[in-house]
């Protein structure tokens, strides 16, 4: 992503302090995006995207840096929303859920602070989450907007860096992480449903090794995941599985389970890439599977589509063009 300096050598007038640097960068993406429905009201509308991403730093005389990170973005189909508290009336627990209230809006996401010196860093607030950051989980990124990530097999059961609202900034997210040459760790908390998770992770000979677990007070929270990345002759392929909560025969929202994905990710030529992945769970009626084309066009332009048989059975496909800055 090419990043534009917006101020280098901020606090100059006061001695002995480093130079404080912020960086805007970030994407759009527009096109079209078909679903086909059980209804039969099969859709096909115009979806978009605009993502402006701020990261500001500053370095102690100690040379650690201190930063922050955040968003503002605007997807198409965005509505403003705020959380219900639920019945027990406290928020950041289980019970919490989303309220639309209106028309779309465009704001700042819940920020991400941290810490670093070294391989080690200290986040707070809207942190990224381990189980989100796991090597295995986002190898991939299907067609134009994603195509409902039915490939990341913790299925969105933890904490996560949140684009469009306050993630675990409102539940106090905290996490840490560690690196040294080919071993990773990170272990993140938050107040929602009291999760704790870590993963551990090992690059051996080019083949990436990572195990997590997750404590929570939710039973459709994962509980541990694991996978193993690496490179198959001209591919990138990963294997990941999760333990998303015992099995209760429940197929859609609200279904808990095995979930398991292998994607493959490959050049065609010297401008190309071609994404596939297969996968399943307890909680989808049918296999998932899809495959999905990107093709550069240069100075950060792409062409980008992409076509899967979703659990649910139903049909997704997308194209159109995503820019970068």
Do not use: C, W
């Not at 200290?122 to 039915?150: H, R």
């Amino acid at each position: 992503m090419k990043k534009v300096l917006f101020a280098t050598t901020a606090l100059v007038a006061t001695a002995g302090v480093a130079a404080a640097d912020v960086t805007f960068g970030g994407y759009g993406r527009f096109g079209v995006l078909y679903q086909e429905n059980d209804s039969g009201n099969d859709e096909t509308n115009v979806t978009s995207r605009f993502r402006l991403q701020i990261d500001a730093t500053a370095e102690s005389d100690m040379g650690v840096t201190f930063g922050a990170r955040a968003r503002i973005q605007q997807n198409n189909s965005d509505t403003q929303q705020s959380i219900d508290d639920g019945d027990d009336g406290i928020l950041g627990n289980a019970d919490d859920f989303a309220v639309a209230n209106g028309p779309a809006g465009t704001g700042i996401n819940g920020v991400r602070f941290f810490a670093r010196t070294g391989g080690f860093e200290v986040g707070v607030g809207n942190i990224y989450g381990a189980l989100e950051s796991m090597p295995g989980m986002y190898e991939i990124d299907l067609g134009l907007t994603g195509l409902s990530y039915e490939y990341t097999a913790y299925n969105f059961r933890g904490d996560a860096y949140s684009s469009g609202g306050d993630g675990a900034a409102g539940s106090n997210g905290v996490e840490v992480l560690y690196s040294m040459g080919d071993l990773k760790v990170h272990v993140s908390a938050s107040d929602t449903n009291d999760r704790v998770a870590g993963y551990v992770a090992y690059t051996y000979n080019g083949i990436t090794f990572a195990a997590a677990a997750q404590d929570s007070d939710s039973e459709s929270d994962t509980d541990y995941a694991l996978s193993v990345v690496g490179n198959v002759g001209p591919a990138t392929v990963s294997l990941a599985y999760a333990d998303n909560g015992d099995d209760n025969d429940i197929t859609g929202t609200g279904g808990n389970g095995d979930h398991y994905a292998l994607t493959a990710s490959f050049d065609i030529g010297a401008a190309t890439n071609l994404d596939v992945y297969v996968a399943d769970a307890d909680y989808f009626e049918e296999t998932s599977y899809g495959i999905g084309a990107h093709h550069d066009l240069g100075g950060g332009v792409s062409l980008r589509g992409g076509v899967i048989s979703r659990g649910d059975d139903s049909i997704r496909a997308d194209m159109g063009v995503r820019f970068t800055f």
